[in-house]
């Protein structure tokens, strides 16, 4: 199948966009293909020429800074699952990128490719919205940085336009005293639901909280009017709290049937799941 196709190896940014002008709709960027080689097998996409980026310095850097971890698009889930940086400063992440499919997706898949992809059934955005995380985007001219939350538009939609690149994700720290978890709920290699929560527990009481739910519906979101809701509020009473908020969780994630699990038992399920992620957040020393 790949002999028919022209590669293209860019070595910087500026090249792989001026050949996505020159190719057009002829031409997919193409990282690890965990996703765009199974499309081409089953020709669900039909492309003459692969951008391979995988040969540009800039997506292959992880930088730590103060901060915030700036990560390559081109990283791979089984590097970050075992990344020093990661783990300290990310735990969550490196948990939920230890846990995506299996040992073979993992080392041929890229962080980049799985946000630009964003298929709904998908593990790290879900933990990177809890880190507030932004990502960098770029084309020949010029580059822009969008919160995670913008970029993530529908189903298998972003933000990125045609000829720009996704460069590099920065995943801030979680405030002093924050910690956070992933929980997974799976039957098969996708998850059925993801759900992460980061809180900052003082004396049993929730100072300071994020949510995030992914797989449900079309894009993982934040749940930020739920989070204000258990400010303030002992840890018991904020998993009673996100168990009856049901209505807001089905208006925002407007959850669907597919073949990983219905649309009500991933609504419920994600309301079980939430409290039990702030639990697990809270037990963190
Ligand atoms: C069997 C299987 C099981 C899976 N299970 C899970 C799971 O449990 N959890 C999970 O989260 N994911 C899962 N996935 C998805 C997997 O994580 C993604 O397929 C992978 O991360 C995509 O990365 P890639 O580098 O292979 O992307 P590619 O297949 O190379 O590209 C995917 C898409 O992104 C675009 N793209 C790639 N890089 C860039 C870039 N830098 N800028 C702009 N666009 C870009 C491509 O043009 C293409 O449209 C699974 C996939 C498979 C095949």
Do not use: W
């Not at 390559?72 to 699952?81: F, N, P, R, V």
């Not at 080392?107 to 809890?130: E, I, K, W, Y």
């Not at 969008?146 to 801030?172: H, N």
């Amino acid at each position: 199948m790949l002999s028919s196709l022209k590669i293209i190896q860019p070595t910087s940014v500026q090249e792989a966009s001026q050949a996505l002008a020159e190719f057009g709709d002829k031409a997919k960027l193409y990282a690890g293909g965990a996703e765009l080689l199974l499309l081409l097998r089953n020709r669900l996409i039909d492309t003459e020429v692969l951008i391979d980026v995988k040969k540009i310095d800039r997506l292959r850097r992880l930088v730590a800074n103060n901060g915030a971890l700036r990560v390559g698009a081109c990283l791979t889930h089984h590097e970050l699952a075992n990344n020093a940086a990661i783990r300290a400063r990310a735990p969550s992440l490196a948990l939920a990128e230890s846990q995506v499919a299996n040992i073979r997706v993992r080392n041929q898949g890229t962080l980049g490719g799985n946000l630009a992809f964003n298929d709904p059934h998908s593990d790290p955005g879900t933990v990177l919205l809890v880190h507030n995380a932004s990502v960098t985007i770029g084309n020949a001219t010029g580059e822009r940085r969008l919160a995670l939350d913008e970029f993530f538009v529908d189903m298998y939609a972003t933000a990125l336009q045609a000829g720009e690149l996704l460069l590099e994700v920065e995943i801030p720290s979680l405030p002093a005293g924050m910690n956070s978890s992933y929980l997974r709920l799976h039957r098969y290699q996708r998850p059925t639901l993801g759900v992460a929560a980061a809180a900052r527990i003082t004396e049993g009481i929730i100072d300071e909280s994020r949510l995030a739910v992914g797989c449900i519906g079309p894009k993982a979101q934040r749940l930020t009017d739920l989070e204000g809701k258990i400010k303030g509020v002992s840890l018991s009473d904020a998993k009673r709290i996100v168990t009856e908020e049901n209505k807001y969780l089905r208006e925002l994630l407007q959850p669907v049937d597919d073949l990983l699990g219905g649309a009500e038992y991933k609504l419920y399920m994600a309301g079980v799941m939430l409290g039990d992620a702030l639990e697990q957040a809270s037990q963190h020393i």
